[in-house]
């Protein structure tokens, strides 16, 4: 059975730090690129930041960059975001995405979500 949990979400002061972090079990995590993705009521679920299987690349949304870091182990099947520098209008639902494209098919799997609340 496949599984993305995310966690460590919650409510933070502007200008704090929260990381949020996705375990995944029941796929092999090595082989998909993972993501986080985020939605905020009201607004598109956006791309915030992603990484490749093997870590190797990286790429984040501008309006993150600089601010937010993405990290994966694939000893434990966890991908984590590092938020630092936190404003309000990163409040949202953050969720966690793993991808893996073949020249055929493409599959996805997505975590339930966690909370972050930007506030003071």
């Known amino acids: 059975q496949v599984q993305l949990v995310e966690s460590g979400g919650g409510l933070v002061q502007p200008g704090g730090s929260l990381r949020l972090s996705c375990a995944a079990s029941g796929f092999s995590f090595s082989n998909y690129a993972m993501s986080w993705y985020r939605q905020a009521p009201g607004k598109e679920r956006e791309l915030v930041a992603a990484?490749?299987?093997?870590?190797?690349?990286?790429n984040y949304a501008d309006s993150v960059k600089g601010r937010f870091t993405i990290s994966r182990d694939n000893a434990k099947n966890t991908v984590d975001l590092q938020m630092n520098s936190l404003k309000a209008e990163d409040t949202a639902a953050y969720y966690c995405k793993a991808t893996r494209q073949s020249t055929l098919w493409t599959t996805e799997y997505w975590g339930q979500g966690t909370q972050v609340t930007v506030s003071s």
């Open positions: 990484i490749s299987s093997l870590g190797i690349n990286t």
